[in-house]
């Protein structure tokens, strides 16, 4: 699929009627598609495996979802995540972003850390990790399908952080 | 045969959707460069979004013409897409910077709908106002006029009565075309502001508007509920639960749009009211 997009790229740069200055395509290190996670036996469970490693899908490119809706996810945090009168001054958004695979069990948990500003921080390691912990413990994901074949897919939790509550949960 | 229907047909919604550009534009004004850039960006524009050569070819976009706005845009939506906001807006804010008329609609609106940051989303709709008074737009999806999408955020920020002003004024303007959801947020705003009694004929005139689906029936229930009308709560709940077992209810790939409902709000009414 690659080579014949790479084809158009080179084309597209090199037939323009007005010849002029060689345009180098900028090298780059981009994964195969912006969000895919490498599996990483430091930080992710060996037994976790995903049905088809060469097609993981977003979660919204096909039907996806939580047992309960996003009503049983917001319980969920209501229910479990305890909080800490020292965050008191934390603000902003914690992503945490898997993988479910097509038997609804998750694996490959990254965090992303943001400011109210959209700039990269690092929250007080007691609530991040409690995010983090309490996402892997979710169970209820259901296996992504389309046109009837069960997919594996990627998912992310956005959590809004302010003063150290709670206080979004996204998508 | 019906996957390659389905392809195709993705395929001429996601043509459709990405901007449309007359590279004519740079060669007649004698820029070959962003000429040959306007041509890379359109090749880009068939690629699978997000993957490396799509971001790799708006990488030559820029390379090529780094005024090119439009590519800045491309190659930041996969990162909002799969919740890496940051490195999102390094590439949006570029952007908006070479071309805010065009992008702060865009990023507001963003902000709104996967963040749910209403005081950033209003800061950006209400600085394109400044700058685009006599009209901002829409909503990427087509779903809202920006305006409606202010007042979205007004009423995240509680500030309903603000919210229900907003909306009403927009639907004041008479060559405003009602967007797909206006009556029904101001009918739920009405409902929270405690006058149901101004609830039905907005949500008639949302069923006028659009096709039926569960929420519009679900409201209509409880406004019915608090003007203690059971026979009509009842009627509409039970259409607003048929809705829903259809699939029948709001819907929006990236994220679940205010004022939907879910299972567990009609099981509760069922039980409850």
């Avoid at chain 1, 929250?123 to 259901?142: A, I, N, V, Y």
């Avoid at chain 2, 996957?3 to 459709?16: K, S």
């Avoid at chain 2, 590519?71 to 939506?77: P, Q």
Wanted: glycine content about 6%; aromatic content about 12%; overall charge neutral.
């Amino acid at each position: 699929m690659q080579i014949p997009c790479l084809l158009l790229l080179f084309l597209a740069l090199f037939s323009a009627c007005t010849p002029s200055k060689n345009v180098s395509v900028p090298g780059s290190n981009y994964p195969n598609n912006i969000g895919d996670i490498k599996p990483d036996s430091s930080l992710d469970d060996s037994t976790f495996r995903a049905c088809r490693e060469s097609n993981i899908p977003q979660y919204y490119s096909i039907n996806s979802g939580f047992e309960g809706e996003k009503p049983a996810i917001k319980r969920y945090f209501d229910q479990n995540f305890k909080k800490n009168r020292s965050w008191a001054k934390e603000n902003g958004y914690i992503t945490v972003r898997f993988v479910v695979n097509c038997n609804g069990q998750t694996g490959r948990f990254r965090m992303l850390e943001m400011s109210p500003e959209y700039q990269p921080k690092k929250f007080s390691p007691t609530l991040s990790d409690q995010l983090l912990q309490l996402t892997k413990q979710m169970s209820g994901w259901l296996p992504g399908r389309s046109e009837n074949i069960p997919y594996d897919y990627y998912q992310y939790l956005t959590f809004t952080i302010t003063k150290g509550e709670i206080t979004q949960i996204m998508p | 045969m019906k996957i390659q229907y389905l392809l195709l047909f993705f395929l001429l919604q996601i043509l459709h959707i990405k901007a449309q550009i007359n590279c004519n534009i740079y060669k007649w004004a004698g820029d070959s460069s962003c000429y040959r850039a306007c041509q890379i960006y359109e090749t880009a524009n068939h690629t699978r979004q997000g993957s490396r050569i799509s971001q790799i070819m708006y990488d030559s976009v820029i390379a090529v013409c780094p005024n090119f706005d439009m590519a800045y845009m491309e190659k930041a939506v996969p990162y909002l897409k799969r919740g890496d906001f940051v490195t999102w807006r390094i590439w949006i804010d570029k952007a908006v910077t070479l071309n805010p008329k065009e992008h702060l609609g865009y990023r507001g609106w963003c902000r709104y709908q996967f963040l749910r940051d209403y005081t950033g989303a209003l800061d950006d709709l209400e600085a394109l106002e400044k700058i685009k008074p006599e009209n901002i737009g829409y909503s990427v999806n087509g779903d809202y006029h920006l305006e409606i999408a202010k007042a979205l955020c007004f009423k995240g920020l509680g500030q309903k009565e603000k919210a229900i002003q907003t909306i009403e004024a927009q639907l004041a303007i008479p060559d405003y075309s009602p967007g797909y959801y206006d009556y029904l947020h101001l009918a739920v705003l009405k409902i929270e502001t405690g006058k149901p009694h101004l609830v039905i004929p907005i949500l008639e005139k949302q069923l006028a508007l659009s096709a039926a689906f569960a929420e519009t029936y679900y409201y209509l229930a409880l406004a019915y509920k608090q003007l203690e009308q059971r026979h009509q709560m009842l009627e509409n709940l039970a259409l607003a639960k048929k809705l829903y077992l259809e699939g029948r209810h709001r819907l929006d790939p990236y994220s679940n749009p205010d004022d939907r409902i879910y299972r567990k709000d009609l099981e509760e009414a069922l039980a409850e009211w």
